[in-house]
T-cell receptor, first 116, second 113 residues
Framework: GAGVSQSPSNKVTEKGKDVELRCDPISGHTALYWYRQSLGQGLEFLIYFQGNSAPDKSGLPSDRFSAERTGGSVSTLTIQRTQQEDSAVYLC??????????????FGPGTRLTVL | DAKTTQPPSMDCAEGRAANLPCNHSTISGNEYVYWYRQIHSQGPQYIIHGLKNNETNEMASLIITEDRKSSTLILPHATLRDTAVYYCIVSEHGSSNTGKLIFGQGTTLQVKP
């Protein structure tokens, strides 16, 4: 079956512009996560959605970052007024439900964002 | 911060077993040990998880010490395609936990022909 998909695969933007990154989770997965991976760094948690519950935004680095999840499925991560330090690979993952034992997360291929 | 410590890199000969260690000395009773790997330019991939018993699946085996302060991931017959960064993660479970993963730097495993 289809896995997690993300678009675009690559995005080059100019400093100060806004960008939107999209994630399509696996059908039926209620939990959705965004992570980012800067060059040579490990993965950093950004935000988490579970059903209709309030999202966990504890990992968002600044108020320029926001995310929404419409209809409990597709999610969009928006970065306003991009800065060069925002350059990274942004990864989306989904799982059947939050916190369940053995609830493996399935990751998408990521969006590589480059801010010039 | 990550709650685990792993060696930054390891080499393994193709066809031999790869044994990747992980220290998690501050692990709590309700935390599981997870292993993921990330092949170059791809998203992370789940491998295996365990609480206190040893676990085995089609990809690997997980050996957890009796005091649960360390574990070892074993790839029984490493292939070139197993070259990747391997992450050891501890994570709580339950409906009140988000299940978010806190990644450390991982171990870069290089499988050599």
């Amino acid at each position: 079956g289809a896995g997690v998909s993300q678009s675009p695969s690559n995005k080059v933007t100019e400093k100060g512009k806004d960008v939107e990154l999209r994630c399509d989770p696996i059908s039926g997965h209620t939990a959705l996560y965004w992570y980012r991976q800067s060059l040579g760094q490990g993965l950093e948690f950004l935000i988490y959605f579970q059903g209709n519950s309030a999202p966990d935004k504890s990992g968002l680095p600044s108020d320029r970052f926001s995310a929404e999840r419409t209809g409990g499925s597709v999610s969009t991560l928006t970065i306003q007024r991009t800065q060069q330090e925002d350059s990274a690979v942004y990864l989306c993952a989904s799982s059947l439900r939050q916190g369940a034992i053995g609830n493996e997360q399935f990751f998408g291929p990521g969006t590589r964002l480059t801010v010039l | 911060d990550a709650k685990t410590t792993q060696p930054p890199s390891m080499d393994c000969a193709e066809g031999r077993a790869a044994n990747l260690p992980c220290n998690h000395s501050t692990i709590s009773g309700n935390e599981y040990v997870y292993w993921y790997r990330q092949i170059h330019s791809q998203g992370p991939q789940y491998i295996i998880h365990g609480l206190k018993n040893n676990e085995t699946n089609e990809m690997a085996s997980l050996i957890i010490t009796e005091d649960r302060k360390s574990s070892t991931l074993i790839l029984p017959h490493a292939t070139l395609r197993d070259t990747a960064v391997y992450y050891c993660i501890v994570s709580e479970h339950g409906s009140s936990n988000t299940g978010k993963l806190i990644f450390g730097q991982g171990t870069t495993l290089q499988v050599k022909p």
